[in-house]
């Protein structure tokens, strides 16, 4: 009966809108030994229509029905509840009255208790040393909607209201939220700390950590003060992202033409974490590895990676806490802008890092989940499944048409657009169409009718391009690794050069297919005879600021090869020519020969970005060539060895004075897939340089930069009946408590080809020995150790998914093993063991996953119809490109 009651409150996505939350005071009550906590709560809330309920979110939590009671603010009423009912399932608590509630503003009290979970999420259990002892700390992580673990409240974006917190706490502990404290009580081993009312925010904002920490501290040029908070003893790893986040707040104050909102910034470090990080309102949560930074221990990849995490979560400051999407359909909003802007920031503060280049990687890891017919559109129509859309889709492909949008716009109207946005909607939420408006009045162009087709719907465009009688023809078709036939359309800001980059030509691409003349886009005096008898080459998407891929005819193909080599393009269009080609060949679209003679023209490249993608492409030609051409392999180890032979050696193994943040990048990949490629001499130094490494952990012949290469080689030479490597390198990770060596180590362990061994790193994953956040940096295993990690996976299958089942996580392990198969055998087996065990969190992972697998095998299937690639492959691999 009561169910029926109810029933029209349950199975909604929204709560109803007949009440309306203005302010929270909460007082909570933490015991760290027990792992318990006891809360009370004030809610003033505006009943904006006549109704005898109040729904609210609340989940894991013991509510006391005695103590819900509804008061007039006004007046002397008190209402107390006449029901009070938690749904699990839908993670909302219906209060239900004996009379309608007063309209206007009261105050509503809950009180309650909970547990510290262990699941790193709501309000959770966080485990440390201090002293050499282990202790928990209290963390709160409530993105997207796991505030109601820690109160009772309406857990919704657009939701905001104010927020009074105060904190019951062992008195020797730090307490932290978002606001700084007002006042603080001791009495004996407890305090009272109270903190300053926020300003208005939604509860996936709220944030507290308690727990022994060091800080250190800065303050902005207009006086905020900033603190970065680690574990004792670690404060000196703070300093980095201290002077980072310092000058990022001063950048940011002027880009949006608004100062940072709040009184105070903290970061913290926090050793159990999810994600990367969290953008809390003045309280910003992270990964130890996205946050500290040790010269001795960390690499300089890790140095970029804390630079862009930070300049990420303080966009968030501006944009998604200050303006907020209105629901999780608009998450591309924050994330996709938070991406976008890390990059301005970095860019700002590093220079010669050349981020915008690396932007590139952005771009193609949008475009990989974007290509699958399992993909969705940017604006989603509903959030059933809102942890399943925080991807490479809201936050890389956002991020990407943002970086397109920029080129059409110019870079600063869009700024003056968006410092307009954040000015009209601060404090608010806004949603999509609200920042096309704006954009459209900052620019004056057709905003909307051209990023609708981006945002709107899935998937995105090749555009091919051929030139015929005079004319350049365009045609555009939704692009598709499966080679199904997609019925997108877009409006596509299309730029092209011709022969330099004297001259862009831009044009927006709004049909099916389109011809434009050569004298009417490149001037009076080019024709086609006059293009044939030049060579000179056409690149379409200059620099790859479009979100779009392009395919040439054989002649335009060929001319960019030519000017490849010699070395007429820009890093970002050499970028851009390979990774398209990587695609249509992924796609059956050109035939690996045709690939491999192009990444030959690569011969002597040096930048960074584009030779990261050039191993990544060679890392996954290897692995499907393991099932396609078996028989190939060694000769295209053979070949990527000669590929990167120059390279290698123009860097070398020891830093060189004065070089470079990216050769010192570079350096370790480039060794890492020597290695791989199995080059002898590269595995013997990395070998000797380990062995160093064992007897002196400060010597200089193996720096952060180049260690994953010498772990690396150390698990090529490991084996079931040689074990010695490998419980070497188990020894280093076990007396290391730097996270990121630790990371760099278990990224490692799975490469060894010993089936055996990848057994036993596997299982080490799931022990204690291994946070949970951190198991995934161990699922990129060996060619020869596929299978076993599918077997694996089943049989852990219960233990994984009761670990990592209700997070972001569980995902990585679907994805991971399962998205390498490539035979239509092997994804019926995957449909077949997960037909009884999906859940909704991992279920468009699994389709992603399972359409892999057929991508896949239709690449096998035409790799083994090449005529022609076991010549081609076989002179490659001699030298002869």
């Known amino acids: 009966m009561k169910r029926k009651k109810y029933e029209q409150f349950v199975g909604q996505p929204r709560l109803p809108k007949f009440a309306v939350p203005k302010r929270y005071d909460i007082t909570l009550k933490l015991d760290l030994v027990t792992c318990k906590f006891a809360g009370a709560v004030q809610i003033s809330v505006d009943i904006v229509s006549d109704t005898n309920f109040i729904v609210l979110n609340a989940a894991d939590l013991d509510v006391e029905p005695k103590s819900v009671r509804f008061k007039e603010e006004s007046g002397s009423k008190v209402l107390e509840a006449l029901e009070v009912e938690l749904f699990e399932e839908d993670e909302i608590m219906v209060l239900e009255f004996a009379e309608n509630l007063p309209l206007g503003v009261g105050v509503l009290f809950v009180a309650f208790e909970g547990t510290l979970n262990d699941k ?96 250190v501290e800065d303050h902005t040029s207009d006086g905020i003060k900033v603190r970065i908070y680690c574990q004792v003893g670690k404060a000196y790893q703070g300093k980095f992202a201290l002077d980072v986040a310092v000058k990022t707040l001063d950048l940011y104050k002027d880009y949006f033409a608004m100062p940072y909102p709040l009184p105070k910034l903290d970061m913290i470090a926090i050793p159990d974490f999810a994600i990367g990080a969290m953008e809390n309102y003045g309280l910003v949560t992270y990964r130890e590895t996205a946050l500290l930074y040790d010269d001795k221990h960390s690499a300089a990849a890790n140095k970029q990676r804390v630079a862009t995490v930070v300049g990420h979560e303080l966009a968030h400051q501006w944009f998604g806490n200050l303006v907020t999407m209105e629901w999780w359909t608009d ?46 559109p940017v604006e989603i129509n509903h959030a059933s499944e809102i942890k399943e859309i925080f991807d490479a889709i809201s936050y890389r492909k956002g991020a990407s048409i943002i970086r397109m949008l920029q080129t059409y716009l110019g870079p600063e109207c869009l700024q003056r657009a968006l410092a307009s946005f954040v000015k009209k909607y601060a404090c608010s939420n806004a949603k999509t169409e609200d920042l096309w408006a704006v954009l459209e009045e900052e620019s004056g162009e057709s905003v909307k009718m051209v ?148 990444m030959g023209a690569f011969r002597e490249e040096l930048e960074y970005t584009v030779l990261c993608n050039l191993i990544s492409i060679s890392y996954k030609i290897l692995r499907i060539a393991a099932d396609a051409a078996p028989e190939l392999l060694d000769h295209m180890k053979c070949f990527f060895i000669n590929l990167f032979q120059y390279s290698t050696i123009k860097l070398g193994w020891d830093p060189k004075q004065g070089e470079s943040h990216l050769d010192a990048m ?77 990371t760099r180590i278990l990224g490692s362990l799975a490469s060894c080809p010993d089936p055996g061994i990848v057994l036993e790193v596997l299982n080490f994953l799931l022990s204690n020995e291994v946070r949970s956040q951190d198991a995934i940096f161990g699922l990129n295993v060996s060619i020869e150790g596929h299978d076993t990690a599918w077997r694996w996976m089943k049989d852990s299958w219960d233990h994984i998914s009761k670990t990592w089942g209700s997070g972001f996580l569980i995902t990585r392990f679907v994805n991971a093993i399962v998205s390498p198969f490539s035979s239509k055998e092997k994804a019926n087996e995957v449909e077949e063991f997960f037909a009884s065990r999906t859940k909704p969190s991992i279920t468009r992972t699994l389709k992603q996953s399972i359409e892999r697998v057929h991508i896949n095998a239709r690449w096998v299937w035409s790799i083994q119809n090449e005529r022609y690639l076991p010549e081609v492959v076989k002179d490659l691999s001699c030298g002869k490109y």
Not at 127 to 154: I, L, S
Not at 357 to 372: A, C, K, N, S, V
Not at 672 to 681: L, P, R
């Open 120 to 215: 790193m999420k709501g309000f959770y259990r966080s485990v440390y040393e201090h002293n050499g002892e282990k202790k928990n700390m209290a963390v709160t992580h409530f993105e997207p909607a796991d505030a109601r673990r820690c109160f009772p409240c309406w857990d919704e974006p657009a939701c905001k209201a104010t927020f009074k917190i105060t904190l019951e706490v062992p008195s020797q502990l730090v307490a932290l939220s978002n606001m700084p404290i007002v006042e603080e009580k001791v009495d004996g081993n407890i305090k009272m700390v109270h903190y300053q009312e926020s300003p208005i925010m939604s509860t996936y904002l709220v944030a507290i950590v308690i727990g022994f920490f060091d800080y």
């Open 331 to 376: 998450l591309w909003l924050k994330e996709g802008f938070a991406t976008w802007l890390s990059y301005v920031a970095t860019d700002s503060l590093f220079p010669d890092w050349n981020v915008w280049t690396q932007f590139l990687d952005q771009i193609t890891e949008g475009l990989r989940l974007d290509e699958l017919a399992e993909s969705h």
């Open 666 to 742: 570079l350096r370790g990949e480039l060794l890492t897939a020597m290695v791989h490629f199995g080059h002898d001499v590269t595995q013997n130094e990395a070998r000797r340089r380990f062995d160093a490494f064992l007897n002196d952990r400060s010597t200089p012949l193996l720096p952060p930069d180049i260690r994953r290469a010498a772990y690396v080689a150390v698990m090529q030479n490991a084996s079931t009946r040689s074990r010695s490597c490998y419980e070497s390198l188990l020894r280093v990770y076990r007396e290391s408590d730097h996270s990121q060596e630790k």
């Open 451 to 598: 990023m609708n087709s981006w945002t709107k719907q899935k998937g995105y465009p090749v555009v091919s391009v051929k030139v015929k009688d005079q004319m350049f023809e365009f045609e555009q078709s939704q692009f598709l690794l499966s080679g199904s036939q997609g019925n997108g359309e877009w409006a596509i800001p299309l730029t092209l050069c011709c022969g330099s980059y004297d001259t862009c030509k831009k044009v927006l691409l709004q049909a099916k297919s389109e011809n434009i003349g050569l004298k009417e886009l490149l001037g009076s005096s080019i024709t086609e005879s006059r293009l044939v008898e030049t060579g000179a080459w056409i690149k379409l998407n200059v620099d790859q600021t479009g979100f779009y891929r392009v395919k040439y005819d054989e002649d335009l193909a060929g001319r960019l090869r030519y000017a490849i080599e010699t070395k007429c393009l820009s890093a970002t269009d050499r970028f851009g020519i390979l990774d398209d080609s990587y695609a249509l060949c992924m796609a059956c679209q050109h035939p690996l020969a045709s690939l491999l003679t192009l």
